[in-house]
């Protein structure tokens, strides 16, 4: 019995937020004086002509949501977001130390956790703190990740007053079973409100991220949320696949069984309706899992071939150095990655002791930069070409000869120089940057350590 699309491709891969994926990273051969020298080099070349991006994590949550896998802290209690907001901006000064001149920050988002969890004054506070010692890109894209039930109208205009234009809400689903097993229940009303106050305010780009896959979702449920959807009109959406990674320790992904989780063809189907519906609502697909309107700097950006993504997902314009304030978060100089220590306690000792707290990076090689080039540009274009002599490199033949399948498919079109994503192929692009991942080819993982693809 031949196997459809989607039991041939649906296999554990990596997102590719980063190559090297975070698995992959030589942590041996990496020390935070390398991160440092590379840091400063990158700033040299990128300052004056890109500006730098900075990725603030703020890791407090009132409540567990048993679908998130990223890093946080679930407490009620406010006092600790002052302690929390000096430390990072410790951490900021640390790195002003190290740099030539005063940066040039183009863009900044604040995600978590719950960045709306902290109060207006704490949030000024933090923003103010950084401006202390840099300047603002005449062309800057500041944004945050709100909560719909507690986002106030208060945070949105302070927010913008400093400079904010972007504001993304976290929907996940509008089924109140779907919602009851996530642990995150928001009336569509109290969404509504948040979007209705930005749009007023001024924001330029609103956005929702939807999830499918999620516990007990029906295409009915997709189908309902997207209608809704619909009715606010955000600018850009993100439409992702539930990751459902249980093993990582502390994600929380353990409020429902297995079996509840939408599978294979019944996940697929629930892509693909909605992927429809997007399209006949005005939403073009930008990248991977997004999907924004004509009038979106993302869209725009896609168009022109700017699109960047890096450790923030897609963005509308690329800066050559990223770098991570706050627990968990991850800095990219281009050269070299560096991940913060992931708990409160250990961040607030470190910065005691007036050290950076990275704990593990990695130093890219000449190979490395190269396959990265390759994967960003399939996952930001659906394209990419080794026409120039610094484009190849010698697996190119053993890739091609691998990807022969899906170009059987009709998922890929492969040409002398270079190849492209067909429309049938976009869902499964992760498989395709698989392909020209040398590192995971090397060495497949022995445990499980990435969600499926699709």
């Given at each position: 019995m031949k196997k459809s699309l989607l039991q041939k491709y649906n296999v554990p891969?990596?997102?590719?937020?980063?190559?090297?994926?975070?698995?992959?990273?030589?942590?041996?051969?990496?020390?935070?004086?390398d991160w440092t020298k590379t840091l400063r080099k990158s700033f040299i070349e990128s300052n004056t002509t890109e500006?730098?991006?900075?990725?603030?994590?703020?890791?407090?949550?009132?409540?567990?949501?048993?679908?998130?896998?990223?890093?946080?802290?679930?407490?009620?209690?406010?006092?600790?977001?002052?302690?929390?907001?000096?430390?990072?901006?410790?951490?900021?000064?640390?790195?002003?130390?190290?740099?030539s001149e005063k940066p040039i920050i183009k863009e900044i988002h604040l995600g978590g956790g719950t960045p709306?969890?902290?109060?207006?004054?704490?949030?000024?506070?933090?923003?103010?703190?950084?401006?202390?010692?840099?300047?603002?890109?005449?062309?800057?894209?500041?944004?945050?990740e709100g909560h719909p039930n507690n986002t106030s109208r208060k945070h949105l205009q302070k927010l913008y007053d400093i400079g904010f234009r972007r504001v993304s809400f976290g929907v996940q689903d509008y089924s109140e079973k779907v919602q009851t097993a996530i642990h995150r229940y928001q009336p569509f009303h109290n969404v509504a409100k948040v979007t209705l106050w930005a749009r007023e305010i001024g924001y330029t780009s609103i956005g929702h991220d939807l999830i499918f896959g999620l516990p007990f979702q029906t295409i009915e449920n997709v189908a309902d949320t997207i209608e809704k959807t619909k009715s606010l009109q955000p600018d850009r959406l993100a439409f992702y696949s539930y990751a459902h990674v249980p093993w990582i320790k502390g994600n929380g992904q353990r409020g429902f069984k297995d079996e509840d989780i939408p599978k294979d063809e019944e996940k697929r189907k629930l892509y693909e309706i909605g992927k429809i519906l997007l399209a006949k609502n005005g939403y073009h697909e930008i990248g991977m899992d997004h999907f924004a309107l004509r009038e979106d700097s993302l869209y725009h950006s896609f168009n022109e071939g700017k699109l960047h993504r890096n450790f923030m997902g897609y963005s509308s314009s690329k800066t050559q150095l990223m770098i991570g304030l706050g627990?968990?978060?991850?800095?990219?100089?281009?050269?070299?990655?560096?991940?913060?220590?992931?708990?409160?306690?250990?961040?607030?000792?470190?910065?005691?002791?007036?050290?950076?707290?990275?704990?593990?990076?990695?130093?890219l090689s000449t190979e490395d930069l190269l396959i990265r080039k390759h994967i960003l540009n399939l996952m930001c274009q659906f394209t990419t070409s080794w026409a120039t002599e610094a484009d190849y490199f010698n697996e190119i033949p053993e890739i091609l000869s691998q990807l022969d399948e899906m170009e059987k498919d009709g998922l890929i079109q492969i040409h002398k120089n270079h190849l492209d994503v067909t429309e049938k192929g976009k869902p499964y692009v992760r498989n395709l940057c698989m392909a020209f991942d040398v590192r995971l080819k090397r060495k497949a993982p022995q445990t499980q350590l990435f969600s499926m693809t699709i």
């Open positions: 891969g990596p997102r590719y937020t980063s190559y090297p994926t975070v698995p992959y990273w030589d942590e041996a051969n990496f020390t935070t004086d500006g730098i991006s900075l990725y603030i994590h703020l890791p407090f949550c009132e409540s567990l949501c048993t679908f998130c896998g990223c890093n946080k802290r679930i407490t009620k209690n406010h006092q600790l977001e002052s302690p929390y907001i000096l430390a990072v901006l410790k951490e900021w000064k640390m790195y002003c130390t190290l740099l709306t969890f902290f109060s207006i004054e704490n949030l000024e506070l933090l923003i103010n703190g950084i401006f202390k010692t840099a300047e603002k890109a005449p062309q800057h894209e500041f944004s945050f627990v968990s978060s991850i800095s990219d100089s281009w050269y070299s990655f560096a991940q913060n220590v992931k708990t409160i306690e250990e961040y607030y000792q470190i910065l005691e002791q007036n050290e950076l707290p990275v704990y593990r990076g990695h130093l």
